[in-house]
């Protein structure tokens, strides 16, 4: 029940099935584990001790065959925390060697609710003015909303500014979302709205998004072609300001 979870917490596949068995059981020994995992019991001593050494299993010695109980989940919380603890310690230096790598002109895709988080991410690294063509409140999809308060927080501490060209039909049917952006919003005109795209411009980054609707995507599986490129991006943003101008602000 909770296999892909504990795999996502840092748990190899065995690890993740014999500590959850372990919770079902309570305690168990090395036969039970086998028979109630089907993991061969040679294999199970070794996956036994990594666990040990991570504090996530402990021995209860006694004639026979030895019994091995689970910690408290909450061990799980201390893991994370140990490892987020590493992982600030050495970022500085990882951004560094991020930042003094020299950059070459890409183009790729970003695909799903994954694709989408370093979407958002990008913004919060690249950390410049955002300007949104064909807007459709997309930020409050129902697949990523959730990430949407964290993204935000960044992007006031960063102080980075959105500039939003919202389709005419948000003003109408989706206004919740001007909420949200606050200030530095326009509607596109009647007629011209994007049928089912977009273009965000940040720093170097073009983002081309398809498949989208109001408040959202059309697809579950969503994707978008992302461009690096300075002369584009510096492109797109002299047209954005064009079409800008050229709208007028409604209230």
Known sequence: MYLELLQNLGLSKN???????????????????????????????????????KGLVFPIVQKGDSSYKPVDPNKLMELLKEKESQLQKNLPDLQQLYHTTPKEDEVYVYKGLEGWKNYMRDMVRVGQPTYFIGAKGAW??????????????????????????????????????????????????????APGGAVDIFGDHVNIISNMRLGGFEEEDFSFTVIVNQQIADSFRVWFHYMWDFCPKIK
């Open 15 to 53: 690890e993740a099935e014999i500590y959850e068995k372990l919770l079902e059981l309570g305690e168990a020994s090395v036969s039970t584990i086998s028979a109630e995992t089907n993991i061969n019991r040679r294999n199970i001593y070794d996956v036994l001790n990594r666990m040990m050494e």
């Open 140 to 193: 409050l999809d129902e697949r990523v909303k959730y990430f949407y308060p964290q993204f935000y927080k960044e992007t006031q501490r960063k102080k980075i500014r959105f500039y939003h060209l919202f389709d005419w039909e948000v003003r109408d049917k989706f206004p919740k979302i001007l909420k949200y952006v606050k200030k530095d919003y326009k509607f596109l005109p009647k007629g011209y709205s």
